[in-house]
Protein backbone atom coordinates (compact mmCIF):
# COMPACT_ATOMS: atom_id res chain seq x y z
CA UNK A 1 0.00 0.00 0.00
CA UNK A 2 1.56 3.65 -0.91
CA UNK A 3 0.26 6.20 1.16
CA UNK A 4 0.33 9.84 -0.13
CA UNK A 5 0.16 12.99 2.11
CA UNK A 6 0.50 16.04 0.38
CA UNK A 7 -0.08 19.72 2.18
CA UNK A 8 -2.98 21.52 1.58
CA UNK A 9 -5.95 23.22 3.55
CA UNK A 10 -9.14 20.63 3.87
CA UNK A 11 -12.43 22.50 4.09
CA UNK A 12 -13.95 19.12 5.73
CA UNK A 13 -14.37 18.76 9.29
CA UNK A 14 -11.78 15.92 9.62
CA UNK A 15 -7.69 17.68 9.10
CA UNK A 16 -6.64 14.60 8.60
CA UNK A 17 -8.21 11.90 6.37
CA UNK A 18 -5.46 9.32 6.08
CA UNK A 19 -7.22 7.93 2.85
CA UNK A 20 -6.86 11.29 0.99
CA UNK A 21 -4.04 13.41 3.53
CA UNK A 22 -4.34 16.94 3.37
CA UNK A 23 -2.14 18.25 5.94
CA UNK A 24 0.20 21.32 6.26
CA UNK A 25 -1.54 24.66 5.93
CA UNK A 26 0.46 27.81 4.93
CA UNK A 27 -0.77 30.39 5.33
CA UNK A 28 -1.13 31.31 1.03
CA UNK A 29 -4.02 28.36 1.05
CA UNK A 30 -4.86 29.19 3.91
CA UNK A 31 -6.11 32.67 2.60
CA UNK A 32 -6.56 30.82 -1.08
CA UNK A 33 -4.04 33.14 -2.82
CA UNK A 34 -1.24 31.84 -4.81
CA UNK A 35 2.07 30.69 -3.07
CA UNK A 36 5.60 30.28 -4.39
CA UNK A 37 7.66 26.99 -3.70
CA UNK A 38 9.26 28.56 -0.51
CA UNK A 39 6.25 29.17 1.28
CA UNK A 40 6.49 27.37 4.56
CA UNK A 41 3.77 25.76 6.83
CA UNK A 42 2.33 27.75 9.33
CA UNK A 43 1.82 26.73 13.16
CA UNK A 44 -1.40 25.25 12.43
CA UNK A 45 0.34 23.62 9.45
CA UNK A 46 2.72 22.30 12.03
CA UNK A 47 0.23 20.70 14.60
CA UNK A 48 -1.56 19.51 11.61
CA UNK A 49 1.73 17.73 10.10
CA UNK A 50 2.68 16.23 13.52
CA UNK A 51 -1.19 15.13 14.16
CA UNK A 52 -0.75 12.77 10.78
CA UNK A 53 2.63 11.63 11.49
CA UNK A 54 1.01 10.29 15.16
CA UNK A 55 -2.11 8.85 13.22
CA UNK A 56 0.13 7.08 10.70
CA UNK A 57 2.26 5.38 13.05
CA UNK A 58 -0.86 4.02 15.07
CA UNK A 59 -2.39 2.91 11.79
CA UNK A 60 -0.01 1.54 9.12
CA UNK A 61 3.54 0.14 9.32
CA UNK A 62 5.64 2.44 7.34
CA UNK A 63 8.71 1.17 5.56
CA UNK A 64 10.14 4.44 3.50
CA UNK A 65 9.43 7.81 3.28
CA UNK A 66 10.28 9.65 0.28
CA UNK A 67 9.41 13.53 0.38
CA UNK A 68 9.96 16.50 -2.13
CA UNK A 69 12.71 18.92 -1.09
CA UNK A 70 10.80 21.85 -0.22
CA UNK A 71 10.97 23.15 3.25
CA UNK A 72 6.88 22.63 3.90
CA UNK A 73 7.22 19.16 2.12
CA UNK A 74 10.49 18.07 4.71
CA UNK A 75 8.54 19.55 7.77
CA UNK A 76 5.60 17.37 6.79
CA UNK A 77 7.88 14.39 6.28
CA UNK A 78 10.15 14.80 9.31
CA UNK A 79 6.65 14.75 11.14
CA UNK A 80 5.74 11.42 9.86
CA UNK A 81 9.31 10.58 10.45
CA UNK A 82 9.48 11.33 14.07
CA UNK A 83 6.06 9.18 14.77
CA UNK A 84 7.15 6.35 12.45
CA UNK A 85 10.81 6.24 13.20
CA UNK A 86 11.17 6.21 9.23
CA UNK A 87 13.95 8.11 7.78
CA UNK A 88 13.18 10.94 5.17
CA UNK A 89 14.69 10.18 1.64
CA UNK A 90 14.31 13.75 -0.09
CA UNK A 91 13.80 13.54 -4.12
CA UNK A 92 13.73 17.16 -5.63
CA UNK A 93 11.93 15.79 -8.30
CA UNK A 94 8.81 15.02 -6.51
CA UNK A 95 8.21 19.37 -6.43
CA UNK A 96 5.33 19.96 -8.33
CA UNK A 97 5.39 22.95 -10.65
Not at 40 to 64: C, F
Not at 75 to 83: H, K, L, Q, V
Amino acid sequence: MILLVRHGRLNVYSEVNCFNAYVGETEGNRTKILQLPSTPLNSSGHEQAKRAGQRIAQEWKVYKIIASDLERTQNTANAISSATRVPVQLHPLLQVS
